[in-house]
């Protein structure tokens, strides 16, 4: 069997900071990676999502984190095809000045390879400090199953490498009836990991808790079961979800058949309100050790 890390996707939300998780001298960012780092071996960095990493910021956490330490990237939210905030973008790439958000389409072709090697460049402190787990690339849920979203795949790997890329699918399409199969072949047979997850079902977006071991690396997000707030448009609200010891006991056997097939397993909650993902993940990860 591999080994499982077990993390969060935050460490600097708010209603964390504010939940009192943190010692009382914690009060710096750094103090606050560091107390982090020493409690869990894996973090999920959920902000290049929202605007892309800079390579000050990726040395930083480098000194601040002990050997051994994981850190996964979510991809800047162009890079996906989710909508962009105008001001997220760097501030010398030309782009249309009538838009507030941006898709890829609305960019020139080699300014949007500029994006792509400026994000990946800023991440070289940690993979150099072997330090960066995978970009954790989560498609819209209007990426259905198609030939081309399968070939838009292989291209975020192949402009990624030699970093790890670990792929979350947001519509049904690719696991509804016999496309299950079709996507884990897809996958499997180019070495990507699938992110399983644990999410509310129901909705067009939803995915069912399938585990599976696509690749060397596995991957389980846990985004909780909120189902009244999924579609809110709250992140705070659709998240604020802690899951119950039985809950996180139905992952368990899951979790340690995806572990048997795959070299490494990241497991991280994103349940991220208040200090209820460092909860649960602590509690699944002594779960997993009994």
């Not at 984190?65 to 989710?82: D, M, V």
């Not at 300014?111 to 460049?121: A, H, I, P």
């Not at 795949?153 to 792929?167: G, Q, S």
């Not at 992140?235 to 010891?245: A, C, P």
Request: glycine share 4%.
């Amino acid at each position: 069997m591999g080994d499982i890390l077990v993390g969060t996707a935050s460490w600097t939300d708010k209603s964390l900071i504010d939940s009192g998780w943190y010692p009382s001298d914690a009060k710096s960012a750094e103090d606050r990676l560091k107390f982090y780092a020493s409690n869990f071996p894996l973090v999920e960095v959920d902000s290049t999502y929202y605007f892309p990493p800079s390579e000050d910021n990726s040395e930083r956490w480098v000194e601040r984190t002990p050997e051994g330490f994981t850190f996964n990237i979510k991809a800047f939210s162009l890079l996906t095809g989710h909508p962009t905030r105008a001001e997220a973008l760097y501030k010398d790439i030309p782009k249309p000045e009538d838009k507030k958000r941006l898709y890829p389409g609305d960019l020139a072709s080699k300014d949007m390879d500029e994006v792509w090697d400026r994000f990946l460049s800023a991440l070289t402190p940690l993979h150099d400090a072997g330090k960066l787990g995978a970009i954790l690339f989560q498609f819209p849920p209007w990426f259905v199953i198609s030939r081309k979203n399968k070939g838009y795949i292989l291209e975020c790997a192949k402009r990624c490498a030699p970093y790890k890329i670990c792929v979350e699918l947001r519509n049904e399409t690719w696991m509804k009836d016999d496309n299950l199969t079709e996507t884990i072949e897809f996958l499997e047979g180019h070495g990507l990991p699938l992110v399983c997850v644990d999410m509310p079902q129901g909705f067009k977006s939803s995915l069912p808790p399938v585990a599976a071991a696509t690749a060397e690396l596995a991957v389980i997000r846990f985004h909780g079961r909120n189902a009244e707030e999924w579609e809110s448009g709250s992140v705070q609200k659709r998240f604020r979800y802690l899951y119950s010891e039985k809950e996180l006991k139905e992952w368990v056997p899951k979790i340690k058949s995806v572990a048997a097939e795959a070299a490494s397993t990241h497991v991280l909650m994103n349940n991220c309100h208040a200090d209820y993902a460092q909860r649960n993940a602590r509690e699944l990860a002594h779960l997993l050790e009994r």
